[in-house]
């Protein structure tokens, strides 16, 4: 029975000893994320979002990755992952759960109630998957590389941004 113990701890010190550091995000953040989220989903309609915590681990093994290697904004490839994605990266302002999706929330200024299309996603496909109406679930992670430098990433599902359809 001591042998199942070693492994989970020897992982935990072996994955958390490198040069970034996980952010916590703990009910206060959680609060301050969904709030962010659901104040923008209001306006359209879209219903309130909930926390899932599968989501938001899922979220956090991507935020680890993108720090350990601080080398920008990389989505997961889209073969692998069942999820919608949103992720930030920030540096120079403290962190604040919130200020992410502020930041995502200000690609509304660009949208035009309009279908999805390649020539409108890059500039609002943040915003549209805060707001997406068949989203009910959102999952975020957080994690400070070694340059200071913040990744965040939040998970949706159902996923959101298809091409063709309307966001609400």
């Not at 540096?91 to 660009?110: C, I, M, Q, R, T």
């Not at 609002?124 to 200071?148: D, F, M």
């Amino acid at each position: 029975m001591f042998s199942k113990f070693i492994f989970p701890c020897f992982f935990f010190i072996s994955c958390c000893a490198s040069a970034q550091s996980v952010v916590d995000l703990g009910a206060t953040e959680i609060k301050l994320i969904l709030s962010a989220h659901n104040q923008e989903r209001k306006l359209v309609g879209s219903p309130n979002l909930i926390w899932n915590s599968v989501l938001a681990d899922h979220a956090q093994e991507w935020a680890v990755k993108l720090a350990e290697e601080d080398n920008g904004l990389v989505h997961r490839p889209s073969g692998d992952d069942p999820y919608g994605e949103n992720i930030a990266f920030f540096s120079g302002h403290a962190f604040d759960a919130a200020y992410p999706v502020e930041l995502w929330n200000e690609e509304k200024s660009d949208y035009r109630y309009s279908a999805i299309s390649y020539s409108n996603f890059s500039a609002i496909g943040h915003y549209t998957q805060v707001i997406w109406k068949n989203t009910t679930q959102v999952g975020c992670g957080c994690a400070k590389s070694e340059s200071g430098a913040y990744f965040f990433v939040c998970n949706y599902d159902p996923s959101g941004n298809y091409i063709g359809e309307y966001p609400y």
